[in-house]
């Protein structure tokens, strides 16, 4: 299964929950992280056997879900991109795509950046957005 | 020509005939057309790519915490999430725990505090999914959370004098790898699935369970709740967690031995493959008898006279006769022309005239198919020499046997089949071989999960020394991670086989169980030489007998006897070729371990 790795040698799986701190003034501005979305289980060998596609075709791309949109964090407050430099014209909340396939194995690795830019005020722990992988098909390369 | 000049009779050997001129009797008209052949080729090569469905899931779940920067909020022990909803700020968090073990499902148990004077609805909780998190560093939010189990509740139980309700929960490990795709499993794993060697037509858990007695590995699922398969074993590992002195806990780490009882280092397994060796037998039935056949003599006033049988048969009885040899199959016959009776020179034939209905016999060609019944029997040892060196002898496991029988239907070859109706006997024969010999690629399949189910035993015999260790923390492992031991009393790398999350009042553990494998030998490990067993062969498959057919000339009688020839208890009963015996060594990962009597 493609999974996040929050190594480029793919040894560390993320664990699923990215923790971040803000405070009520925003001080801390910006918050920078970068995973690598991968298949090492299905590919040990690194042998690039495997491509990940879109059922239908077209590109792969992820989502920003919200799940209590209109109130609370907004998927606005979350970039990604491909690169890190690539996070500062990141359209906030928009979808990143992948291209149309992400090859299986540590070399096929691909890093994620992901911006967290905090924009609520009021003190509270909360776990309402997320970063979604569409279904997707494996296929022989 | 050759004749005797009269119209309706022949001409005898010794009497003068009419010499006709060489002439041609047939002029071939042979037209030959060029036939161009016409080669076989593949019109379509179908190039089929099936892809396996990557379910859609989230990949990073953003928890976001929010203060002011003065504020410091005391972090929960640990996040609990049943079906979505937060419940840390209720759950007891000094009864957590989450166990994971080798080949079983992982277990969670938690309290989960109720306000008073709330309605409890237990049947609401149940079967629900759960989710238990904690951070690295639990005095840092910002430090990473990781997943400690996900899973669902298993029971949901009313604790009154608490006032809250004590959850068991459970990953569903079994079903789970029930509702896994057949075809993910093994090219994950590299299983084999045999109907001959595992438990028949098994579908869901049943399969993964029957696919995985045929791997070196272990498959369960991960804190997170991901599948995860990992092989037995250390070598060429990197170290993925290291327990230095300072780390474990006082009183640990301990180890366990295992014990000599559970050693086995043979493992012998019988398969028996039964199919049909299909047999032609041939024979001919020669059946006649001259004409003039002396049988005696008697005396006469001239001198000695021979009682002579004239007896001829009829045409059209010796014609279905010829052909009625049931269960025989007649592919040809020919008929001996009726001979003329006569004797000293005359001829005195009232036959003659309607030779054409009159015959001496015939000569008949028959076959007949058996479909004998062939039981190849393959025997063949696993056996691991460094084991046999530690403990000084062979000790064997419980043989594994097993069968497989082609099922088919004499009837298709000895009655249905009919040698004359083939244009090629032999390409027809062949085909009706392979039909009676259809399971050589099941038995082949046999051959490699059998090997493979006896290496899994002899290596998992192998695999009983523990060492647990406690650390005074809380941090990700998983089930078959390489751990080293590096401490005042253990020095060694296993693999982890078994870990425990412990979250009470002051208590942030993690228990670890390594497992190593470990024989006292400096036998060298052997080469795995593991080969299928080759088959014999098929057995010379055609066979000529011989039948006989004697004239009984007595006045009596004056018939033949006819006996078609009988075929030996040696083509027909069950045939046992001599056992194919093979031998194998299989090499065993040795963990070496150093053990301090220490402090």
Partial sequence: MWKLYTDAACTQVFGGTLSTVHYSDHSEGSLDYVFYFADVERDPADNGAYLLKMPGGGNYSFTIEDATPGSGHETTEIKTALTSAGLDNAVPGAALSIGVSATSGVTGAIPIHVRVTNAVTSAGVSVELSLRKPEGRVYAA | ?599
């Fill in chain 2, 1 to 599: 020509m050759i004749g005797s000049g009269v119209i309706g009779v022949g001409a005898v050997a010794g009497e003068l005939g009419i010499i006709s001129p060489e002439a041609d009797l047939i002029q071939f008209n042979q037209n030959v057309k060029f036939r161009e052949i016409e080669p076989s080729a593949d019109l379509i090569v179908f190039e089929q790519s099936v892809g396996e469905i990557e379910p859609a899931r989230d990949l990073i779940r953003f928890q976001q915490r929010v203060g002011s920067v003065a504020a410091r909020r005391r972090l929960p022990q640990a996040y609990i999430w049943i079906n979505g909803v937060d419940y840390s700020s209720y759950t007891a968090l000094d009864s957590v725990s989450v166990s994971f073990n080798e080949d079983q499902s992982a277990t969670a148990s938690i309290f989960v505090f109720r306000p008073l004077d709330a309605v409890i609805n237990i049947p609401s909780f149940h079967a629900k999914q759960i989710r238990i998190e904690t951070h690295v560093d639990p005095n840092d939010p910002a430090s990473d959370v990781f997943p400690l189990f996900t899973g669902w509740i298993e029971t949901a139980q009313h604790d009154r004098t608490r006032r809250g309700i004590a959850f068991t929960c459970s990953n569903l490990r079994d079903e789970r790898l029930g509702d896994e795709d057949a075809g993910q499993l093994r090219a994950l794993t590299g299983g084999v699935y045999s109907n001959v060697t595992q438990v028949e037509d098994a579908k869901g858990r049943d399969y993964a369970n029957e696919l995985m007695k045929t791997v070196c590995g272990s498959i369960g699922y991960d804190r997170a709740g991901d599948r995860r398969f990992y092989n037995w074993g250390v070598a060429g590992k990197p170290v993925n967690r290291t327990l230095t002195g300072a780390q474990v806990a006082y009183a640990d780490p301990s180890t366990e031995f295992q014990t000599r009882s559970s050693v086995i280092n043979r493992v012998t397994v019988n398969i028996d493959y039964r199919y049909s060796l299909l047999r032609s037998i041939s024979s001919e039935v020669n059946v006649y008898k001259e004409r003039n056949l002396v049988t005696g003599q008697f005396s006469t006033q001239f001198g000695p006279r021979d009682i002579i049988d004239y007896k001829a048969f009829r045409r059209d009885l010796m014609i279905e006769k010829a052909q009625s040899f049931e269960p025989w199959e007649t592919l040809s016959y020919s008929i001996y022309p009726l001979e003329k009776a006569g004797n000293g020179g005359f001829v005195f034939d009232n036959l003659w005239p309607v030779a054409d209905t009159w015959c001496q016999g015939f000569k008949s060609s028959i076959a007949r198919r058996v479909a004998q019944p062939v039981t190849e029997s393959y025997k063949f040892t696993i056996t691991a020499p460094q084991s046999v060196d530690a403990y000084g002898k062979t000790i064997d496991g419980t043989e594994l046997n097993y069968a497989l029988d082609t099922e088919y239907d004499e009837a298709l070859w000895e009655e249905e089949f009919k040698q004359t109706r083939k244009r090629d006997f032999d390409a027809a024969r062949a085909v009706a071989q392979a039909s009676a010999d259809n399971r050589r690629a099941d038995l082949a399949l046999a051959f490699e999960a059998a090997y493979r189910i006896g290496k899994k035993q002899i290596v998992a015999a192998h695999r009983q020394t523990h060492i647990r260790g406690s650390v005074h923390s809380i941090f990700p492992v998983d089930l078959g991670d390489v751990c080293e031991h590096d401490n005042r009393i253990v020095d060694s790398i296993g693999q982890i086989t078994g870990f425990e999350y412990a979250i009470g009042n002051g208590i942030r553990r993690t228990t670890i169980r390594m497992t190593i494998s470990y024989m006292d030998t400096l036998v060298a490990a052997p080469a795995e030489n593991w080969a299928a067993p080759l088959a014999p062969g098929y057995p010379e498959a055609d066979l000529v007998l011989e039948s006989t057919a004697e004239y009984n000339a007595d006045t009596e009688v004056r018939a033949f006897e006819i006996n078609v020839a009988e075929i030996p208890a040696d083509y027909t009963d069950e045939l046992e070729p001599a056992i194919a015996e093979s031998a194998y060594t299989l090499p065993l990962e040795i963990n070496s371990i150093t053990l301090v009597n220490g402090r």
